[in-house]
């Protein structure tokens, strides 16, 4: 089956900086690739992601990328502010609806 | 926070009893999911159902058993065969209609079995 691993598992950066998270999956028939942001307490939440024939994916302060030759893709984001401060997953998903989510980065965001 | 909603927020149960959590959805999808999450392993997935009165193990299915009677419900029953059943329990729905597509989860159970 579909393996998503998922790094760092913390990031730490100061206001304004950009924080990048990498995953890389192991089934290349995965075809969706969405980023989940869950605040402390709360459901996850989607907030960007791409299809297999897409490369690069932007909504505002907000990329993922994705190169399918090597199997991994990419959450950037920029000009980060203290409410981005959260754990972000990734998953990756096939035709038949199943996604299989990375083990999580906890990003906090230093004003 | 409509749409997808889990009852109820925190359960406590004693070793040794099966307990049961509801998962209720009206966004009319055919799609739903059960998911567990433990500190620093992210979201595992246990039992997923693609359409009515059919579901599938997902890849921790062991002490746990679903039911898929309606459209709109899918609830997870923990039983007394799950080694550590402390946990959040968190439920999700989608489309489905035979494309992976975006999952929206529901505000999750926490259970505490002592």
């Known amino acids: 089956g579909e393996n998503v691993e998922q790094h760092p598992s913390t990031l730490s950066v100061q206001e304004g900086d950009s924080a990048v998270i990498k995953c890389t999956y192991s089934?290349?028939?995965?075809?969706?690739f969405p980023w989940y942001k869950q605040e402390l307490g709360k459901r996850p939440q989607l907030i960007i992601d791409?299809?297999?024939?897409?490369g690069e994916k932007k909504d505002q302060r907000i990329a993922v990328t994705l190169n399918k030759t090597a199997k991994h893709f990419s959450l950037h984001i920029t000009e980060t502010q203290p409410e981005d401060s959260a754990v972000y997953f990734c998953?990756?998903?096939?035709?038949?609806?199943?996604?299989?989510f990375g083990q999580g980065t906890i990003l906090t965001v230093h004003p | 926070d409509g749409g997808i909603t889990q009852s109820p927020k925190y359960l406590f149960r004693k070793e040794g009893q099966n307990v049961t959590l509801s998962c209720e959805q009206n966004?009319?999808?055919?799609?739903m999911y059960w998911y567990r999450q433990d500190p620093g392993q992210g979201l595992r997935l246990i039992y997923y159902?693609?359409?009515?009165?059919?579901?599938q193990k997902g890849d921790i299915a062991e002490g746990y058993s679903v039911s898929r009677e309606k459209k709109e419900s899918f609830p997870l029953t923990v039983t007394s065969a799950q080694k550590n059943p402390t946990a959040f329990y968190l439920c999700?729905?989608?489309?489905?209609?035979?494309?992976?597509?975006?999952?929206?989860f529901g505000p999750g159970t926490r259970l505490t079995v002592t």
């Open positions: 998953a990756g998903g096939t035709s038949y609806g199943k996604l299989t």
């Open positions: 966004l009319n999808h055919d799609a």
């Open positions: 999700a729905s989608s489309s489905g209609q035979g494309r992976v597509d975006e999952q929206y």
């Open positions: 089934d290349s028939a995965s075809n969706y």
């Open positions: 791409i299809r297999s024939n897409v």
């Open positions: 159902s693609q359409i009515v009165n059919d579901f």
